[in-house]
């Protein structure tokens, strides 16, 4: 599985980026995919998650502002991203992991490189 982050770059506070991750079909088809961020000094965190089955999962400090969806027309993964805030700073990665959706890192396989968002006030 081969996973690669594009879309991230630097916004201003209340601003707006789309992140995508394409895959095959089959990536998705039997793996839940995840989006995860990390900032300097902090552990990796889940921001978004969606399996097989369309079941999706928000961190709080995100939901109502992003969204997570997948293109089956285009095997790609995105995560939108509004309203966007200071503290959504961090490199942000894409992820695939077997079983039902999650947003613990440790259940993921498969990394991308990560892209960066920075967020300024």
């Known amino acids: 599985v081969q996973l690669v982050e594009s879309g991230g770059g630097s916004v201003q506070a209340g601003g707006s980026l789309r992140l995508s991750c394409p895959a095959s079909?089959?990536?998705?088809?039997?793996?839940?995919m995840g989006w995860f961020r990390q900032a300097p000094g902090n552990e990796r965190e889940g921001v978004a998650a969606?399996?097989?089955?369309?079941?999706?999962s928000y961190a709080g400090s995100v939901k109502g502002r992003f969204t997570i969806s997948i293109d089956s027309a285009k095997n790609t993964l995105y995560l939108q991203m509004n309203s966007l805030k200071p503290e959504d700073t961090a490199m942000y990665y894409c992820?695939?992991?077997?079983?039902?959706?999650?947003?613990?890192?440790?259940?993921?396989?498969?990394w991308g490189q990560g892209t960066q968002v920075t967020v300024s006030s």
């Open positions: 969606i399996d097989s089955d369309g079941t999706r």
């Open positions: 079909r089959y990536t998705y088809s039997r793996y839940c």
């Open positions: 992820a695939a992991g077997k079983g039902v959706v999650t947003m613990s890192p440790h259940r993921y396989n498969y």
